[in-house]
């Protein structure tokens, strides 16, 4: 399904003017959900093909030091976590200034591209970007509040996709409430109470919160006929999982207000649910576990929600949010922006552009932000592919 797509318009005047003198209209992407309906497209089960870690300075580490282990309280234990416990004072927050756009993940791209499976090629048909651009894509239909701006860039064939923050997301950033920075501790501070460091191990909250720490998640899938590479933060792996082979051993950590009202649950599952499931189906994290604060920031009871089964919560809800609507609508997007960007060239961009209740639309800039794609990366990928080791065995 390609709404706005290459036929509008075009039979009407082209009588009228030679082809080539035709004003091109600017190429836009309608977000209505009404337009995305239909069948659940082909999601590829994603599989992961590697891993990295950043530290607590933020820096790369090529391994899974960073991944905690899922650790629950004991069963018949009820939770009794002060999430403010430790705040500001053992608060290390990430530098939200440094803008890392696809560094991480280009890095581990370039140390693993002459092992990728699929083939030699794939590469050169894949999108790359991080999960939570994709995530953004997945919940545009329904989002009413924020929009987004996706740089594009095509390099040896492969398509990257890199958010850029908007002018009002910045804004909102430097003038964050200091309640709303509280709550950020807080769901890090959910994530300690929850994890232990170790596979045998039990959370210790009396240590620091240090968020530049980050375990990611490297997987392949498709979606469509567009084969997708990307990376995704993940909170931690349940060592007792069914199936202990990642992402279905993998758990995300969220907190939410408690709820008492009927009329809350609903609004719940309307937005919040919505971004839940968005994030882990991507990644096929298996399910959310919530931990939910009182009015005092202490959580007191655990839910455990099952990514397969969060849709069931809004199936019957007219104001609800539809799996499919996401999934084309991500569809649609990444066509429209495989068919925009044509030139290979990676210091070329397309601006993506979104606000709600408007298309999406696109920009072209060369030479100067927002092009993302670093000079260590481009120049190392022009190289040769090193030479497989040497086998020097008898
Ligand atoms: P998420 O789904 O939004 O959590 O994002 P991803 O899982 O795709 O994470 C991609 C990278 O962005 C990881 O290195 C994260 O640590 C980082 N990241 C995630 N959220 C934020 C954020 O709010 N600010 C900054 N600066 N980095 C973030
Ligand atoms: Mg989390």
């Not at 740089?151 to 430097?174: I, K």
């Not at 937005?271 to 994290?285: E, N, P």
Request: net charge neutral; hydrophobic share 35%; aromatic share 12%.
């Amino acid at each position: 399904m390609e709404p706005g797509g290459t036929k509008r318009g075009a039979g009407e005047v082209a009588a009228a003017e030679p082809r080539s003198k035709l004003p091109r209209p600017a190429p836009s992407l309608p977000t209505a959900a009404a337009l995305y309906a239909g069948p659940f497209p082909f999601y590829r089960r994603p599989s992961q093909l590697g891993c990295f870690s950043l530290d607590a300075q933020r820096r790369y580490r090529g391994d899974a030091r960073a991944l905690r282990y899922y650790r629950p309280p004991a069963n018949g234990q009820r939770p009794d976590f002060d999430l403010r416990d430790g705040y500001p004072e053992r608060y290390r927050p990430r530098d939200e200034e440094a803008r890392e756009g696809l560094d991480h993940l280009l890095r581990w791209l370039l140390e693993h591209r002459g092992g990728l499976e699929g083939g030699p090629g794939w590469l050169a048909g894949a999108i790359v970007t991080w999960r939570g651009h994709l995530t953004k894509l997945l919940t545009t239909p329904y989002e009413r509040q924020e929009g987004w701006q996706l740089a594009a860039s095509r390099f040896q064939g492969t398509l990257y996709l890199s958010e850029v923050e908007t002018p009002a997301a910045r804004a909102q950033r430097l003038s964050r409430p200091p309640l709303l920075r509280e709550l950020m501790y807080m769901g890090y501070k959910f994530e300690q109470y929850m994890c232990a460091d170790k596979p045998g191990g039990s959370p210790d909250p009396s240590g620091e919160v240090n968020t530049n720490v980050a375990f990611c998640s490297v997987l392949r899938s498709r979606l469509g006929s567009h084969p997708l590479l990307f990376s995704g933060e993940v909170d931690c792996t349940d060592p007792q999982a069914p199936s202990p082979e990642p992402p279905a051993c993998y758990v995300e950590l969220k907190t939410s207000k408690e709820m008492h009202s009927p009329a809350q649950w609903r609004s719940f599952y309307r937005h919040k649910l919505l971004k839940w499931w968005a994030q882990s189906f991507l990644l096929g994290v298996p399910s959310v576990v919530a931990g939910f604060r009182n009015p005092e920031g202490f959580v007191c009871s655990l839910k455990t929600f099952p990514t397969m089964q969060m849709f069931e919560h809004v199936r019957n809800d007219r104001d609800g949010w539809n799996p499919s609507v996401c999934m084309n609508f991500c569809a649609a997007f990444l066509s429209f922006a495989q068919n925009t960007v044509v030139q290979d060239d990676p210091r070329l961009v397309h601006l993506f552009s979104w606000e709600p209740g408007g298309p999406v639309t696109v920009s072209v800039h060369r030479d100067a932000p927002p092009v993302f794609l670093p000079t260590w990366y481009v120049e190392a990928m022009t190289q040769e592919l090193p030479p497989p080791p040497h086998d020097t065995g008898p």
